[in-house]
């Protein structure tokens, strides 16, 4: 992966010659906050530090496996296994449902997948229900184009469900292996838009079969804590299954992405890394700890 985070110089920094235990601990505890593990989640880790056997010279390697310990249970929940490999989330026909807050980024993410499965070979649909906001339909042309797959639209102020009837359709038809569907930002205390989704999801259920539909949330790394409280809240409506932590390019911290999937137990399946077609990575545990620690 290809991600620059400052965690492990720091980490380093802190672990002076001669410090005392207590001293290191106290550091750790605000290194971790302040880089955006949360306040419960530091609490835990350094809880379980503190009941193991470490020195100055190994607690990098100590940390690192706790943190891992306690992510593995929300890595692997998809296929039933409690590991820190990836499952695969992208066999047999899926539809993707990609919804979140404004500006987190959903459009974007769905041009890179769409590259992403075209170019392992596989027919690609997108669906344009995001029918309100102004060039919405437009920004998302663009990116079929440049992932050079067919795109299912109507015309701006179209009900967003009925873009979602004829894309699917249409993909059942085609034999479309994925249909990614781009829906407007929304905030998740408005109960109005949280009812759309679920009305979109609705309609999606009565073509696809449970295990073929993926419902996933777009969260701005870089804005801390609040992701987690939008994909805790998104997850109370419509239920998510697995999120796409965009913009971790620009935030040099990474504790979030442990938190998130820690405390929703809900797997993150792909890591935005820029604005680029191909800035698109894949998560699994035991690369992004290794990334985190180098
Ligand atoms: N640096 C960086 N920028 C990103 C990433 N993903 C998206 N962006 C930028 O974030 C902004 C919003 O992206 P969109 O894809 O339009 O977000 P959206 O969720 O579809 O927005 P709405 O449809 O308005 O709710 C754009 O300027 C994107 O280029 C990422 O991984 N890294
Ligand atoms: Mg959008």
Redesign the pocket.
């Known amino acids: 992966m290809g991600l620059n985070f400052n965690f492990a110089s720091r980490l380093k920094g802190l672990l002076t010659r001669g410090k005392q235990k207590e001293a290191v601990i106290d550091e750790l505890e605000e290194l971790l906050i302040s880089s955006d593990f949360g306040v419960e989640f530091t609490n835990l880790i350094i809880d379980e530090l503190k009941s193991r056997n470490w020195k100055n010279e190994n607690v990098f390697e100590v940390l690192k496996d706790v943190i891992r310990g306690k992510m593995i249970h929300s890595s692997g929940r998809m296929d039933g296994k409690l590991s820190g490999k990836r499952p695969n989330y992208e066999d047999t026909k899926k539809v993707f449902l990609i919804f979140?807050v404004?500006?987190?980024?959903?459009?974007?993410?769905i041009g890179k997948l769409a590259a992403k499965f075209k170019k392992e070979g596989k027919k690609v649909l997108i669906a344009a229900a995001?029918t309100y906001?102004d060039a919405?339909i437009e920004?998302l042309a663009v990116w079929a184009k440049r992932a050079d797959v067919p795109i299912i639209r109507q015309q701006q102020g179209s009900d967003p469900g009925a873009v979602v009837y004829d894309a699917c359709e249409a993909a059942l038809s085609r034999e479309v292996d994925i249909l990614l569907v781009d829906t407007?930002?929304r905030l998740h205390n408005k109960e109005r838009l949280m009812e759309e989704l679920s009305k979109i999801d609705r309609v999606i259920q009565k073509k696809y079969s449970p295990e073929q539909i993926l419902r996933l949330i777009?969260v701005d790394a870089t804005t801390g804590q609040n992701a987690m409280t939008q994909a805790e809240t998104f997850n109370r409506y419509t239920g998510v299954d697995g999120i796409i932590l965009?913009?971790?390019?620009?935030s040099a911290k990474g504790g979030i992405a442990c938190a998130i999937s820690w405390k929703l137990k809900i797997p993150i399946l792909y890591l935005?890394?820029?604005?680029r077609i191909d800035?698109l990575i894949d998560f699994d545990v035991d690369s992004y700890l290794s990334m985190l620690f180098s």
Do not use: F, H, L, V
Not at 272 to 275: A, D, N, R, S, V
């Open positions: 979140g404004n500006g987190t980024g959903k459009t974007t993410t995001d906001r919405a920004q407007a930002g777009t965009t913009k971790m390019d620009s935005g890394i820029g604005e800035d």
